[in-house]
DNA sequence: TATAAAATATGACTTATATCATAAATATAG
DNA sequence: CTATATTTATGATATAAGTCATATTTTATA
């Protein structure tokens, strides 16, 4: 069994290079003592039991601080990521504004958007709070696909389903008022996430950040949660969000204007 | 080498069954007298030469009136269809509005977002022209992406690049004014249909298809064509669109509010 | 070819949402 | 533990884009 790493795109960017492996690690991002546990992801789930030594060859374990872009759009692919702890948004820009298109948990693969004929990244990605992530070098992530054929089955019915996820917000976007969108997102989020025992959603979240979530402004998501707090569907304490009435709040979800 | 026929899914619809195959036809589709070349779409193309026997006999070459449509948001799955001949647009709705979030023309696959979990399509289909489709049942489709690797790496590449199209525009939606969205389409239209002698684009879009593919209300995209002509950017010829300044045309692209 | 049915064209009016301004309250870092 | 930055809060105002109304032209179809 064969299988080739390279960091030949990798080494485009500013690179700490080990010289203890062939590896390559983003500038900014420190690298983890204790590596992920090999099971934690579809890819280290689906992989060939036999692939697993060239995975942990390959991978390595960050440490990404909060607020850290690890993902910057525009720049060459140099891998993907899974998330191993820790949450992470998926940001996207047009000048001034931001559109975040995806959040990612524990599990999640980020930077497989870099994929296809583009070699650059159509996104960004920022760690919510300090997560840790896996980094797998895109030369042998490709390699991996061609082995590993059930991953590459699985790979693309998930592509299928963000395709789906993607086009529904899309359309959203397109017809659905900002007081629904946002419904939607606290749904969504709350699906993601889980709630802890308060019911609060399980994830620390700026007002910003949930307007570029839903595409709105900061301001008219500030009044819209205001009302969905006044109208006894929601409760806010703090950077948190909770969900007091789910069915109400679904059916915000299809109010026309 | 095996694979498994069925047309269960499909016999949830109203289907005539044609006694000499095992095939099945949706309602109102007319059966198409010659078949596909099997050479003029990627499926064809990349499977395996061995796998084309298999193709032939379950491949279904359907006639698709203007106006048909031919895969219905919300009916469960049956098969995915490639575009022989014409143009097809996939939309989904919201209540009483639309959006178109894709066009197809000859090659094309359609209906592959009914991969994955969900077994409902989660958009429309329908044809622009009189059109060719070939059909092709989802579980010899399956089938085929198990035996055929190679094709179903370039289905996964192709899904990427799908989500990467998709979230850019779920971007222009949420940020882009809608004179840069209609101006964005006419690029992407004329790049993908192509323009005839007279600089018009190939292909035959009502003002409302192109106020539902830029996600705005008829009157507005009236209006802002009418600026786009004033500007001689564009010329507007019936139902054709030719662009006359590409140059400015894609700087209207990047001009906030 | 007549006749209904779409699609196109336009003006007048409304409204949802963005923008601007500015204060208060939390964070984060030094 | 202060200081500076960031996030939250909220009113006033502007505007892009939607809605409504209605005439005209084009395209299907009986």
């Given amino acids: 069994m064969t299988y080739q790493i390279s960091n030949r795109k990798a080494s485009v960017k500013t690179h700490i290079i080990f010289n203890n492996t062939k590896s390559v690690i983003a500038y900014a991002m420190k690298r983890s003592k204790k590596n992920c546990d090999l099971q934690s992801c579809s890819f280290c789930k689906l992989c060939l ?54 959040f990612a948990k524990r599990g999640d693969i980020v930077g497989h958007r870099g994929l296809g004929n583009d070699i650059y990244y159509p996104v960004s990605a920022t760690a919510l709070e300090p997560s840790t992530v896996c980094f797998i070098p895109i030369d042998f992530f490709l390699a991996s696909l061609k082995v590993n054929q059930e991953y590459l089955f699985q790979l693309m019915l998930f592509f299928a389903d963000e395709l789906k996820v993607s086009e529904r917000k899309m359309r959203n976007l397109a017809h659905m ?15 993601k996430f889980g709630t802890a025992e308060d019911g609060l959603i399980d994830l620390t979240l700026s007002r910003q950040d949930l307007a570029s979530y839903t595409g709105a402004t900061y301001e008219t998501v500030f009044r819209v949660l205001n009302e969905l707090v006044e109208e006894g569907l929601v409760k806010l304490s703090g950077k948190h969000i909770g969900i007091l009435d789910i069915d109400k709040l679904t059916s915000v979800t299809d109010q026309p204007g």
Same sequence: chains 1, 2.
Wanted: aromatic share 8%.
């Fill in 177 to 191: 008022p900002v007081k629904g969108r946002v419904a939607q997102a606290l749904l969504t989020l709350s699906d």
């Fill in 49 to 102: 039991r036999e692939w697993s030594p060239a995975i942990d060859v390959n991978r390595q374990t960050l440490l990404v601080s909060k607020g850290e872009e690890f993902i910057t759009e525009g720049e060459k692919v140099t891998g993907v990521y899974f998330v191993y702890e820790g949450a992470v948004k998926v940001h996207k820009k047009w000048g001034e504004k931001e559109l975040i298109v995806r």
